[in-house]
Every structure is written in C-alpha cells, then in structure tokens.
C-alpha cells in the first residue's frame, strides 16, 4: 500500500476512503501500513519524546486489534493534523473555495510549489492574504503553528509534506515580500515563537537546493533581523545555523552583520584567536556549548584549546545543541575522525549511550555508516581489553 498526499481541497469522503484503505492494509499486514502505524498513531509512539516510535516487539502492531477509528487517527497525524476531529474541521473550512482558508491553503501551494504566477495573482486579488495565518490544528508543539506564508519558504516547522524547496523559492520569497510579508513575523514552531529566518536556517531543503544562504539574505535585504528574536531554542540565526550544521550559512550571515563577541559563537565557527580571547569571561553554560559545537563541527583545534582548558567531554550537550548526546556522538555523526580521535584520547568514553536511541558511539558510527570512524573505535576497544559495544 502507497499513500499519497490528497489536494489541499480534498473531500471528507476522499480521506474516509484513504483510511479504510489504510485499515484493510493494516488487516492485510502490509509492511508500509504497519510503518504508519508505528510511526503516526500515538499508542506507538514514546511516552516522554512524543515523535519517536517504541521499540515494540515484531508482531505487536499487527496484532494490536486495529479498528476504523485508529485508521483515521493515523491518517490524520499522517498529514499532521493533531485528530480526525481537526482535519474534518479542516475540510469544512477549506471546501469552499472562496473561504478565507481555502485562498490562504491555495497561496500556501503556490509557495511551495514555486508558482510564481497563481501566487501573483492571487496576492492581487486578496491582499489580505499576505498577513494571513494558517488556521491548522496540528499535533505540532503548539497545536497552531499559525505560519505565515514566509513561513513556508522555510520548509520548516509546518505540515511536513509541505517542507520542500522549489527551484524558484528565491523569486517567491521576493514576490511574498514585495507584497508587504513582515519578515520578522513569529509563528508557532518547535515549542516557541520562530521568524522565518530562524526556521530557514535550521532547515534541509533549501540547503539542499543550494539556496539557503541565498534566501538568508533575501530576507535580510527586505529588513529581516539579524539578531536574536522571539522565544524557545531557536532565536538566533547565527547560532541555530551553526547548532544545525550549516558553517556556510553561517559564513554568509556573519559577513552580513552577525556578532561573533561569544565564545560559543567563536568556538562554533573555528576561531581560535576569539577562543583565546573570550574564554575567561565566558560563563560555564557558554563554554559546555562551546564544547559541543566545536566537536560537531569538527574544529579540532578549537577543541584542543577548550579540553586544556578543563572542560569535560563527558557531559551530554546543553539545551539547544542535540542534548540528547554527547560531543563525541555528533562528532561521529558529522564524521569528523580528527576529533573522535581527540576526544577519545582525552578520555571520551565509548559506553555513554545518548538519551534517545539508547546507543553507544560505534552504535552512531555503525548505524551511520562511518566506516573509518568504526574501524578506530572498535580498535581503541579491543586495545582496552574490552569487547566492542553494538548499537
């Protein structure tokens, strides 16, 4: 069984049919319906980090006496919605097409479609459209992410078939904001309040395309802030683009104007002499993010400096930086073998599970695929004497 995403506009009847679908796939135990299933209804998933799905027994939702209503809840989540309830709220609100919902949902897939002219026109016609919110009722941290269609230049942090990066998204951006779009404008995402920026820097899909940096300074051309804004993790561009991997973004907003007067900032980006300069002022949560930043981002020097300074490369990171880990986890995960092997030498230890997935650092490596980095691990463990540790 293959599901695909209905139109915006689809009818109730076309979602009870995908259900029934979906349960007669589950009666059939159809591997991609069990899949759904783990994934989307929240009898499978873990009770404290609310996404993850539980390590169930084989067998377990196959036999978990599946009825039409666990169908539907599903489904619903599927599409992101937090309840069959909110996606048939959805449907009554959106299938008149000359309601406010259904012109705002229609703006929404000329965004992340890159259709420059039915977004054109439509902003014409509806001006309105451009301060807009999305009315959707997620299962999201909070329910209502209230996104702007900024927003979803992003591809972040709204319904998740909805996270993707056209060609054009450069274009679309200018036409959102040549239209009046408030750069700065606050939704709902991650368990804060998130501008586009922040969003846009933290994702994939427009790295992927190759136009994140491009669009960071679209934004900033139309007077986005460059600094700190709204609430939660994801405040500063700079430092989220940095927790997030992306140096050359980063790069590019630090040439705009971004400060680099931390020490987590300095460390984050590799630069020692700011290292240096910054580290005895610098607070004790400061330098744990340093730590873990500069082992992420493999700037083995930085971390040389740091680790002969004292800090421990024990700690699972702070808040904000993968907490769930440890330096020498998303060192593995961005496989950056220089610093495995200097944490290791340092005494980062190779038994420390992260709190998430329960595994180890040659499980990262392993699950990972980072060959190399394996191979040295499990020789650091047969030289220890000890048997090497899975995942």
Sequence with gaps: MTLH????????DQYQQQAAQLLAAHHAADPEAIDLFHH???????????????????GEIENAGINLADAQLALARWYDFR??????????AVIDPNSPVARFEAAVEAVVNGDAATLTQLLQTHPELIRA??????????PLHEATLLHYIAANGVEGHRQKTPANAVEIARILLEAGA????????????CTTMSMLVSSGHPAEAGLQAKLAETLLDYGASINEMGSGNWQSPLMTA???GYQNTAETLVRRGASVETLDAAAALGRLAGVERLFASASAETRHRAIALSAQLGHTDVLRFLLDAGEDPNRYNPPGTHAHSTPLHQAICAGHLDTVKLLVERGAR???PDTIYKSTPI??????????????LHSVKSRSGDSPVGY
């Excluded at 919110?133 to 909070?142: E, N």
């Excluded at 408030?182 to 309040?193: F, I, S, T």
Aim: with cysteine.
């Design 40 to 58: 989307c209804h929240p009898r499978f998933l873990d009770d404290k980090v609310v996404w993850l799905p539980k390590d169930l027994p084989e």
């Design 182 to 193: 408030e750069p700065d404008a606050l939704a709902g995402m991650y368990g804060g309040r």
């Design 5 to 12: 995403h209905l139109p915006y506009n689809a009818s109730l």
């Design 242 to 244: 940095l927790v997030f």
């Design 363 to 376: 499980g990262w490596a392993s699950y990972l695929k980072k060959t190399e980095i394996e191979n040295y």
């Design 83 to 92: 309840d069959w309830q909110a996606l048939t709220e959805y449907v009554d």
């Design 350 to 352: 190779l038994d420390v």
């Design 133 to 142: 919110r999305s009315t959707r009722i997620m299962h999201f941290d909070p």
